[in-house]
């Protein structure tokens, strides 16, 4: 094995590839955006119109899931980090310049999902921790707030972090299998907001027994401190959610191996 061909190199190498690429960089400035900028936006407009609340909504009203209501959307542009993080050297052509200077492609995807994974939780975590605190504060005086120093609120804030940073590996498995990033991009989209639509149109016993199982809705279940109706819990939402990444992440690295470049 040469020398320049080491993990811990080429972990090195690929994190200067990711912080020097244009797309990762905006991809990471459009999380916060989203996170922050829409968590911020509609805790105030929760905040403004909270007088004019039902009783039924003041009662079932979760501070934590509305303060970090930006996910929604900021899941979208994790996923394409992910992809782009590798479709983006197949669209090029420097795939074959990369697998050139690290001939091992096991330690290559190694070393990018290390990247991607230490990158994404550690900015993943502190979004959502200051999205939360500033929807708190918004929410101070007027809606019922709540605190890090009950667990299961604190639960729910780290596994948002940890759902988007699935959501980014997911995306990442994804760019191993179809190579396109336009085709992975579409998928992915289709996975989170598609296929829960047309799962709205069925009949709400199947609603209610399968829906459960779509990524979206394991989210949903991981950063809530109450799950909603039908929801499974946020260990097992998180552990189900983890099976699926590990499924897709397994395919692509296979597909990766075998494939020319």
Not at 104 to 109: A, G, T, V, W
Not at 150 to 173: E, K, M, N, P, Q
Not at 236 to 251: D, H
């Amino acid at each position: 094995m040469s020398s320049n061909q080491t993990l811990v190199n080429v972990v090195k190498s690929e994190w200067i590839k990711f912080r020097t690429v244009r797309s990762s960089v905006m991809g990471v400035i459009v999380f916060f955006v989203l996170t922050l900028g829409l968590g911020g936006l509609i805790s105030w407009a929760i905040r403004s119109h909270w007088s004019h609340s039902s009783v039924s909504d003041r009662l079932t009203f979760d501070p934590v899931s509305t303060s970090l209501a930006g996910i929604i959307f900021a899941q979208f542009a994790v996923g394409v980090i992910g992809v782009l993080f590798i479709t983006s050297e197949y669209s090029s052509g420097s795939i074959r310049t990369t697998l050139t200077a690290v001939s091992n492609r096991l330690r290559l995807i190694s070393a990018k999902t290390i990247v991607l994974a230490v990158t994404l939780i550690v900015v993943s975590e502190v979004v959502c921790f200051a999205t939360f605190e500033l929807g708190q504060s918004i929410f101070k005086g007027v809606v019922p707030t709540a605190s890090l120093g009950t667990l299961d609120v604190l639960r729910s804030v780290l596994l948002a972090g940890a759902y988007l940073t699935l959501l980014t590996i997911a995306g990442f498995a994804l760019g191993l299998i179809v190579r396109h990033s336009a085709a992975c991009i579409s998928i992915f989209v289709s996975i989170l907001l598609i296929v829960p639509i047309i799962f709205a149109f069925l009949p709400q016993s199947w609603q209610n027994s399968y829906s459960k199982y779509l990524p979206s809705e394991l989210g949903r279940s991981m950063m809530s401190p109450f799950p909603p109706a039908y929801h499974l819990g946020a260990w097992n939402a998180s552990l189900i959610l983890l099976v699926y990444v590990i499924v897709v992440y397994v395919v692509g690295v296979i597909l990766m191996i075998r494939r020319d470049a």
